[in-house]
């Protein structure tokens, strides 16, 4: 069979060797040039063909444990050095191939990690369950009062348009409230980092919680302004005590790598 070299990513060069098992449990090493050095393993070829990838990346059995081996590695080089991380998947067919990447490429990955030392990413995503500002609004809006008094004295059948317009009214309310908070959140959070960025919300269905993702952002965070970032995170966290969040790092910066 023919075998490929599987990448997770680019660091600085280093006498320090992988230990973490990679991908399907092989050995990773590193492939040198002048002062940056790719991270890599061996895989048959075959077995990480894209249209194949695709469907295995259904089959969550087999998906999962891949990518935290491919995130792992990863985690371990950043320890050390900072990293230019590679999508999942990613194969050279052969050593020349990728040696004629680095050499091409060599200053543009030297200059990018450069740029990015000492630099970590954190993400956070927040879910919140809408019911919460739907009871808060109804009882602390006066405008939403006024219309529940006057749907208590309609006739059924008059009462239909006012409790769409009471709808419509509330849930332009609840979405104003969510962003309001979420903005605050993500600002705050923002003055402590470098950069931010706001991911696309994922609905229940990938993310397998029972409310709403409300915020989905990463933080590109100097080493020496963690401790800041954490006491902002924390001040967040008790003023908005309502919300669910899931905050996960550090990270090589795959949010604001743009190769």
Not at 146 to 159: F, P, V
Not at 176 to 187: G, H
Request: hydrophobic fraction near 35%; charged fraction near 35%; glycine fraction near 4%.
């Amino acid at each position: 069979m023919n075998k490929g070299l599987y990448i997770y990513g680019i660091r600085v060069s280093s006498s320090i060797p992988v230990k973490t098992k990679g991908v399907e449990r092989k050995n990773v090493y590193t492939v040198s040039y002048k002062d940056i050095e790719a991270v890599i393993s061996d895989v048959e070829l075959c077995d990480f063909e894209p249209e194949l990838i695709k469907k295995k990346l259904q089959d969550l059995k087999w998906a999962e444990p891949q990518v935290r081996s491919h995130a792992a590695v990863l985690d371990e080089c950043m320890q050390t050095s900072s990293v230019i991380p590679w999508k999942f998947g990613t194969v050279f067919k052969n050593m020349k191939g990728l040696q004629e990447f680095l050499r091409e490429n060599w200053e543009k990955l030297s200059n990018i990690l450069t740029k990015f030392s000492d630099r970590q990413e954190w993400g956070i995503k927040i879910y919140n369950d809408t019911g919460i500002f739907r009871e808060e609004i109804r009882k602390t809006d006066d405008e939403i009062k006024k219309l529940e008094r006057e749907l208590l004295s309609k006739s059924k059948g008059a009462s239909f348009f006012l409790e769409k317009k009471l709808e419509n009214i509330l849930t332009s309310k609840i979405e104003e409230k969510i962003n309001q908070a979420t903005a605050e959140i993500f600002e705050t959070l923002g003055r402590e980092a470098e950069k931010k960025i706001e991911n696309r919300l994922l609905n229940k269905n990938l993310t397998g919680k029972e409310a709403d993702m409300i915020l989905n952002a990463a933080f590109l965070v100097k080493k020496d302004k963690i401790d800041t970032f954490m006491q902002a995170l924390k001040k967040l966290n008790e003023e908005f005590k309502d919300f669910k969040c899931d905050f996960t790092g550090p990270w090589p910066p795959y949010n604001f790598i743009k190769f």
